[in-house]
């Protein structure tokens, strides 16, 4: 067991002088093997069987779990990073007793809590939110995160366009580039729902674009179906109304009486 | 201990990329999976997707956790696709509700899968899931480690496993226990035929394979397979062993026997080897003592028929006297050793099969037991009215049912005037009543009904009506075992073109031929069919189907298309029913047939199609049949179909009477009377003699139904319920005889109704109280005879001459403990219940002074000389002596009372005991205590109920010879002390061992006939047309 851990301190070196370097290739191939090792961890979640070296153990994997995430964000794979958070949450909420808690620990909830917010998964980043203690709401991260959300919510988008300057932490970069590009999503969305048709200027002054280019660019790639026109784009395509249904009153009146005349045999 | 609060992580560990990774979080996630199965089944295609990926090594880890999350999910389809993917690490003992449930839905799977396999044709097989096999067999291997070998056969029965039962049956400790256990199954669960024979021939091998064999079980499954050759070889072989073998070779009879599957006791009766006539005298006489005593105790009844009988009697008489002076001296049966000659023993077996000697025993019983109340039909006779013939035709029916086999016709001798009345078909109907008075009467009917039965050669006097009532007469007395008057009876048929004779001729052969599938008289029946005559051919259409009762012949088809052709309803009707009866018992393989007619444009056939379904799966309670049925009773448009459909339940449901009531409580409540009519019928039917409080409860609203025929049906099914039911089983029993006589007195009532309560009256005091109706024997098997009866029975509605069938059904309730000799010795038992509970009704207290104003004169000074004798005797007073006859009167009472008083035994001590208290009232009220426990002395009256009541003292000279069979019906005994004389039951003098009844019907007798010589003997009985 110590020279498994041992191991696994040995190879996390490693790691970390890869990811020092920013080499993101070797941590990575590194990083997989580290995880496969910490498998073999008999008191990390979700067994945490007690042993002496178990808090030592929880501390690893803990810091292991916590670049790894870093790392996720860093080679831009949301999948990884929702993965490695996934794993690595457990050791903030399961083992608060066992071991103390990490310094790493809000700036990375902060990063899902963005994360969530760039997915446009609302719900969940409100239950997550509620999970975190009080206290947690005033550290520099969360607040950030909930602010943002905030704004996004109450459609105060050039707030969040500009937040992008005052982020808290280095790696929150990623996200909040992400971030605007949700925000231009919901902005075309509500435009569909607003208007039937837009000219290229407007439609660039509200979707924020500094080109024509970058608008047209995005149309193709992102709405195919809205239509280009002259100077202006139509949104209607998307609007069209689905036909109200017609009551099938003549099956119900069929089996209406179809009702009444089995009622009449029966009894 | 720290805890995981979410499985999430595990979940995105599945996504990692590396199989280490995969594998570490499905292990953890399968012991997580039961607290966090709702986080695991958002992400189930992930694993769904790692069982089906063919690359990952524990794809049955995969298929383990998938199968979990969706037992937790509610999906056990989907989660019993999974175990069965998981292979051996889905483990079936496993002490988990999962577990549990998957291998029970596991089971339900392969039963239907292996139902169906074997229901469909070779092509269509498909195979059957191994690995669903593989956990069924692994679950039955584990049944039987655990010593469950009950659960282990029923699995493998509803499995058609019959390899696996074959084994649970040879692991199990008690294999008897168990076979016996298993034939109980077959019986009751298994539906389908074909796999039943499987299953009983499977049986049969392993009861063989016994170290002692149980033969008795044996033979009833050979029985149930038709295979007489086997039971007589067996019975064959016992007969040449030691004594208590040659008593179980009789048991073994007896039982047969009482299935009454005629054909197969014949058949088994002819491959036993031929008896040498060269056999002494003695086994002769043996054999023959209980026919003699049978034709003894009606010597005298039969007397006073007069004419031509009278010389029948006078030449038994010497015969009569040697016999009762050998059995007065209670010295019979000298040396036992010599007697037991291998051929001795085959006459009485044989004779036992061929039905002689249990009719004549049972004639015996129920001649000597019987209870009959005739003032209750007295009572019937004055109140109805004198132009109602239908009333009066019921009385007459009520009175045969009430002395159904019991060979005492005193009622209608008393009544001859009132008698003539009778005309036409009443005639036809009275004088077949004699039959069911006589019925099992083998050596005397002939002679019995000789007045009245068509003149060879000379165009006969007496009126056609009488004629074929006789011939029916004669069907009814040899019902079933008409193998000495089918001749006759088809000469009768051939020698007449009067379609009144050739109606109660056919009956007569249908009856005394049932199920033997003669084709001569087949023929014969047929000819009379095509002469088109509405009432012939509607008998000749029940005789068919009598005649070829569960044989599924070809000749339903040309039944079927004769009913096409003809335009009368009668004959349609007739032959719809024997169709119906040439399927009995066939069950699915009768499927096409019914399709056929249930399909039908004209309703009487498909009213036929409805009893063709009951008696194709009468007692099977088969799902599918009631499906059909209770959909044609809501759905067709004749009420005729939508009746019988109803009633046909009955028949279907007569092995799980419990149910019925509740089936059919909607159908009770129909708007349609005649499916209200339809539902008292099938419960009456299914639980008759059973007393159920619910079929009561369901009846009784009907017997005061606003629609006459309902209450008529209802009160007859209520009668059927209550069959040998006393008041301190069920105190409602008294309310409906109240119920009854209201009826029946109430001028204002409907005749409909008031028939039915008059048969009514008939049916609840059936046989002289000594009989029940029995659709199946005590081993379970149906009784033909009593479910053909109760069919052609329920034909009442239109005609009324077919209600005499229901006296097929009737079985007596009787304990007949028989030594090796066949003879009944003496022998007492206990029944460890209240007398009361089982015993008798109470004779009905004679007229009060009031209620005589209103009756005619003739009948007043009747009652108030009974009267002032009751006043004079007290306790003495019977009812029924006091309605004595006139002229004998006198000197019978004081015969009878000294009779009564000297050879009670404790048993009617007991019971007149009981008698007088009820009778006198207040007096005696408080002062007798009802003993626990009342002592039986062979043979006794013992109604089913009563049964598991009975015990047998340790200490008693014989004791039965299987001890686990019902204290019921014919029981050998073993003689612990066989060196002892044997002390048989006297049972040539009729005036000792009977009850009061029985004194009274003989004390007339003999003092008219024999004692007195004052009165003349009645006038035959015939009528004047």
Redesign the interface.
């Known amino acids: 067991m110590e020279g498994k851990l041992a191991d696994i301190t040995r190879l996390f070196q490693k790691f970390k002088a890869a990811y020092d370097k920013n080499d993101t290739e070797t941590s990575d191939n590194i990083l997989?093997q580290l995880?496969?090792k910490l498998?073999e961890l008999p008191s990390l979640?979700?067994?945490?069987k007690s042993s002496p070296s178990s808090i030592q153990e929880l501390l690893l994997a803990r810091d292991i779990l916590e670049h790894a995430v870093v790392l996720s964000v860093k080679m831009e794979d949301q999948?990884a990073f929702?993965?490695?958070?996934?794993?690595?949450?457990?050791y903030y909420?399961?083992?608060r007793?066992?071991i103390p808690p990490s310094g790493q620990e809000y700036p990375i909830l902060g990063l899902n809590l963005l994360r969530l917010l760039v997915q446009n998964r609302i719900a969940e980043f409100h239950t997550e939110l509620e999970l975190l203690p009080p206290a947690a709401h005033d550290h520099s991260c969360i607040k950030h995160a909930v602010e943002l959300e905030q704004s996004f919510m109450e459609g105060a988008y050039n707030r969040v366009l500009s937040a992008r300057q005052a982020v808290p932490h280095e790696t929150y970069v990623y996200f909040m580039d992400l971030l605007a590009k949700t925000v231009r999503d919901e902005i075309a969305g509500c435009s569909e729902k607003a208007y039937d048709s837009l000219s290229l200027v407007e439609a660039k002054k509200i979707l924020m674009f500094a080109s024509d280019q970058e608008l047209l660019a995005y149309v193709l790639d992102d709405h195919p179906d809205w239509e280009i026109r002259g100077t202006r784009v139509y949104f209607q395509r998307a609007k069209k109304l689905a036909p109200c249904k017609e009551i099938p009153s003549l099956q119900l009146i069929n089996q209406t009486l179809g009702y009444a005349r089995e009622l009449e045999?029966?009894? | 201990?720290?805890?995981?609060?979410?499985?999430?992580?595990?979940?995105?560990?599945l996504?990692?990329?590396?199989p280490?990774?995969k594998l570490?979080a499905l292990k953890?996630l399968n012991?997580?999976v039961d607290n966090f199965w709702p986080e695991i089944s958002t992400n189930i295609s992930a694993i769904e997707s790692l069982y089906e990926d063919d690359t990952f090594y524990e794809r049955q880890l995969a298929a383990l956790v998938a199968s979990k999350v969706f037992y937790y999910l509610g999906e056990l389809n989907d989660s019993l696709t999974y175990a069965l993917g998981a292979g051996p690490l889905f483990d079936v003992s496993e002490d988990t509700e999962y577990v549990q449930t998957l291998v029970t839905k596991c089971v339900d799977e392969y039963i239907l899968l292996s139902v169906k396999a074997a229901e469909s044709n070779e092509s269509e097989k498909t195979a059957l899931d191994p690995r669903l096999v593989a956990i069924v067999e692994r679950m039955l291997d584990k049944c039987m480690q655990d010593g469950k070998f009950q659960q282990a056969v029923g699995v493998a029965l509803e499995c058609r496993r019959l390899d696996k039962l074959e084994e649970s049956i040879i692991r199990s400790e008690n294999a008897s226990a168990m076979l016996s256990y298993c034939l109980r199954l077959s019986q009751t669960f298994v539906s389908r035929r074909e796999f039943r024979h499987e299953v009983l021939r499977l049986l049969v091998k392993s009861y063989q394979g016994l170290q002692q064999p149980d033969y008795l079980s044996i033979c009833q499954c050979l029985m149930f397979l038709d295979e007489p050759a086997d039971v007589a070889a067996i019975l064959d072989k016992l007969l040449k062993g030691d004594k208590s073998e040659a008593l179980l070779a009789y048991q073994i009879a007896f039982d047969l026997f009482e299935n009454e599957y005629q054909k197969f006791l014949l058949n088994v009766r002819d491959l036993l080897p031929e008896s040498t006539s060269a056999s002494s005298s003695a086994p002769l006489s043996v054999t023959n003592g209980g026919l003699i005593q049978g034709t003894r105790g009606n010597g005298i009844s039969a007397m006073t028929d007069g004419g031509p009988t009278a010389m029948d009697s006078d030449l038994t008489e010497p015969l009569l006297g040697s016999y009762a002076a050998e059995e007065s001296a209670d010295v019979s049966a000298p040396p036992v050793e010599e007697r037991t000659s291998y051929t001795e023993r085959l006459t009485k077996l044989k004779g036992i099969l061929s039905g002689e000697t249990p009719i004549s025993l049972t004639l015996q019983f129920l001649y000597s037991h019987n209870r009959s109340d005739l003032l209750i039909l007295k009572t019937i006779k004055q109140s109805v009215e004198m132009r109602n013939s239908v009333c009066h035709s019921a009385t007459i029916y009520s009175n045969a049912l009430m002395h159904a086999g019991t060979t005492v016709d005193t009622f209608l001798r008393e009544n001859l005037d009132w008698l003539k009345r009778a005309t036409n078909w009443a005639k036809f109907s009275a004088t077949a009543g004699l039959g069911v008075i006589h019925r099992g009467h083998h050596q005397q009917g002939r002679s019995l009904m000789a007045p009245y039965l068509p003149q060879n050669g000379g165009t006969g006097g007496g009126s056609p009506y009488s004629e074929g009532g006789a011939l029916y007469a004669l069907g009814l007395i040899h019902a079933n075992h008409g193998e000495g008057i089918k001749q006759f009876l088809l000469e009768s048929l051939r020698n007449t073109s009067n379609e009144v004779i050739q109606h109660g001729a056919c009956l007569g052969l249908g009856l005394a031929a049932l199920g033997t599938a003669d084709e001569e008289i087949y023929e014969d029946v047929k000819n009379v069919l095509y002469t088109d005559s509405a009432v012939a051919g509607e008998a000749a259409g029940i005789a068919m189907g009598l005649l070829m009762v569960g044989t599924a012949s070809e000749k339903a088809t040309e039944m079927l298309a004769y009913a096409h052709d003809t335009q009368h309803e009668k004959i349609i009707r007739g032959l719809a029913l024997g169709i119906a009866l040439v399927v009995y018992g066939r069950e699915e393989e009768a499927d096409t047939l019914i399709e056929q007619m249930t399909r039908d444009q004209d309703p009487i056939l498909r009213y036929g199609g409805m009893y063709a379904l009951a008696m194709a799966y009468r007692g099977t309670a088969n799902n599918s049949a009631i499906r059909r049925l209770l959909h044609f009773a809501?759905?067709d448009v004749s009420d005729d179909v939508r009746r019988t459909a109803v009633l046909a339940l009955g028949f279907v449901l007569c092995s799980e009477p419990e149910q019925t009531p509740r089936i059919v409580s909607?159908l009770s409540?129909?708007?349609n009377a005649h499916v209200r009519y339809g539902a008292a019928m099938a419960v009456g039917i299914s639980c008759a003699g059973s007393g159920s409080s619910e079929a009561i409860s369901l009846l009784e609203p009907l017997t005061s139904d606003a629609v006459d025929f309902v209450r008529q049906g209802a009160l007859i099914a209520m009668a059927m319920v209550l069959l040998q039911t006393t008041e301190a089983r069920e105190p409602r029993v008294a309310t409906f005889r109240r119920q009854l006589e209201k009826i029946i007195n109430d001028k204002h009532e409907e005749t409909m109704s008031k028939m039915g309560a008059i048969l009514a009256q008939g049916i609840l005091d059936a046989g002289g109280r000594n009989v029940a109706i029995m659709l199946q024997s005590r081993t379970g098997h149906d009784r033909v005879t009593a479910v053909v009866g109760m069919a052609v029975f329920s034909q009442f509605w239109y005609w009324y001459p077919l209600i005499y069938f229901i006296s097929l059904s009737f079985a007596p309730t009787a304990f007949i403990g028989l030594n090796e000799e066949l003879r009944m010795p003496k022998f007492n038992f206990v029944s460890e219940t209240k007398p009361s509970l089982f015993g008798y009704p109470p004779s009905v207290a004679p007229p009060a002074a009031t209620s005589a104003v209103k009756l005619p004169t003739a009948v007043l000074s009747t009652s108030n000389r009974a009267k002032v004798r009751g006043a004079k005797r007290e306790a003495e007073a019977k009812a029924s002596k006091a309605t004595g006859h006139e002229a004998g009167a006198g000197s019978s009472s004081s015969k009878a009372e000294g009779l009564v008083d000297g050879d009670k035994d404790s048993t009617h001590a007991a019971k007149d005991e009981n008698a007088m208290d009820v009778d006198g009232g207040t007096q005696k009220k408080a002062v007798v205590v009802e003993p626990s426990s009342e002592v039986l002395s062979n043979p006794a009256r013992v109604v089913p109920a009563q049964e598991k009541f009975i015990k047998f003292r340790e200490d008693s000279r014989y004791a039965p010879l299987k001890l686990k069979r019902a204290p019921s019906g014919f029981v050998m005994l073993r003689d612990l002390t066989p060196s002892e004389p044997v002390e048989l039951v006297s049972t040539d003098t009729p005036l000792s061992a009977g009850g009061a009844g029985t004194a009274h019907a003989n004390t007339n007798a003999t003092a008219i006939a024999v004692e007195d010589n004052e009165p003349p003997p009645p006038e035959p009985f015939e009528y004047v047309p």
């Open positions: 997989s995880k496969v498998t979640p979700p067994l945490f999948d929702e993965r490695h958070f996934l794993q690595l949450k457990s909420t399961d083992t007793g066992v045999r029966i009894v | 201990m720290t805890v995981v609060s979410t499985a999430s992580g595990l979940l995105a560990m996504q990692e990329s590396h280490t990774l570490h953890n012991v997580l809501v759905s909607l409540e129909s708007y």
